[in-house]
T-cell receptor, first 112, second 110 residues
Framework: QKEVEQDPGPLSVPEGAIVSLNCTYS??????FMWYRQYSRKGPELLMY????GNKEDGRFTAQVDKSSKYISLFIRDSQPSDSATYLC????????????FGQGTELSVKP | DADVTQTPRNRITKTGKRIMLECSQT?????MYWYRQDPGLGLRLIYY???????NKGEISDGYSVSRQAQAKFSLSLESAIPNQTALYFC?????????FGSGTRLTVV
C-alpha cells in the first residue's frame, strides 16, 4: 500500500463548477500537507500549504485536513478553464527534514 | 532566469549509455532533490541532499547516482541507461516544506 493515495482521474467539469480533490494517507506522523498544481510540460508549483488539521482558504481554493481520518481535500470554487492542470497532494512528517511524499496526481479539465 | 534550471530539457539516449542530468538553483537553499514522474505513479524520490556533504537515497535510487558539486548544483547520473528509466525527471530545492521545481527533463531511453 502506498503511503499516499490519490485518485488519478481524469476529472472533467464544466466552468463554474465546484471541484473536490482528495488524498488519503497511512502515516499518522504526517503533519505538513501541501497541494501542488502542475501545468502541462511544467514543473509542479506550490498552491496551498497546511500544518496539522484544519482549513485554509486562499481565494477560490480551500484546503482541508482531517488527521483523524487521514484525509485531505482541495476545493476549487467557480472553476475556470485556467484551472485545468494536474493537482498533486504532498505531505511530510516532522522528522523527515522536509522530504515530501507525493500522491499520484489528479488530472483536472475545466470545460468552457 | 528561472529559480531552478534543468538541462537538457529533452534527451533521447540508447540503452547502456551513461547520461547526466544537471540542475542548478538560485534560491540559495541547502536542500535539493531529484524526482522522477511516471503516468499514474506521481513523483517518486530518487535522491536528496540537505547540504553539500549530505546525500541520501530516496525510494527508487537503484540505477542512479548523484553529485552535489556546490550548494547550487545537483546532478543526476544514469550509469547505464535502460528503457524503464524513460520518464520525466524533476529537480527541486526547498528551505523548509515549500519546494521550487525546475521545468523537468524528458528522458527517453531506446
Amino acid at each position: 500500500q502506498k503511503e499516499v493515495e490519490q485518485d488519478p482521474g481524469p476529472l472533467s467539469v464544466p466552468e463554474g463548477a465546484i471541484v473536490s480533490l482528495n488524498c488519503t494517507y497511512s502515516n499518522s506522523a504526517f503533519q505538513y500537507f501541501m497541494w501542488y498544481r502542475q501545468y502541462s510540460r511544467k514543473g509542479p508549483e506550490l498552491l496551498m500549504y497546511t500544518y496539522s488539521s484544519g482549513n485554509k482558504e486562499d481565494g477560490r481554493f480551500t484546503a482541508q485536513v482531517d488527521k483523524s481520518s487521514k484525509y485531505i481535500s482541495l476545493f476549487i470554487r467557480d472553476s475556470q478553464p485556467s484551472d485545468s492542470a494536474t493537482y498533486l497532494c504532498a505531505m511530510s512528517a516532522y522528522n523527515q527534514g522536509g522530504k515530501l511524499i507525493f500522491g499520484q496526481g489528479t488530472e483536472l479539465s475545466v470545460k468552457p | 532566469d528561472a529559480d531552478v534550471t534543468q538541462t537538457p530539457r529533452n534527451r533521447i539516449t540508447k540503452t547502456g549509455k551513461r547520461i547526466m542530468l544537471e540542475c542548478s538553483q538560485t534560491k540559495g537553499h541547502d536542500r535539493m532533490y531529484w524526482y522522477r514522474q511516471d503516468p499514474g505513479l506521481g513523483l517518486r524520490l530518487i535522491y536528496y541532499s540537505f547540504d553539500v556533504k549530505d546525500i541520501n537515497k530516496g525510494e527508487i535510487s537503484d540505477g542512479y547516482s548523484v553529485s552535489r558539486q556546490a550548494q547550487a548544483k545537483f546532478s543526476l547520473s544514469l550509469e547505464s541507461a535502460i528503457p524503464n528509466q524513460t520518464a520525466l525527471y524533476f529537480c527541486a530545492t526547498s528551505d523548509n516544506y515549500g519546494y521550487t521545481f525546475g521545468s523537468g527533463t524528458r528522458l527517453t531511453v531506446v
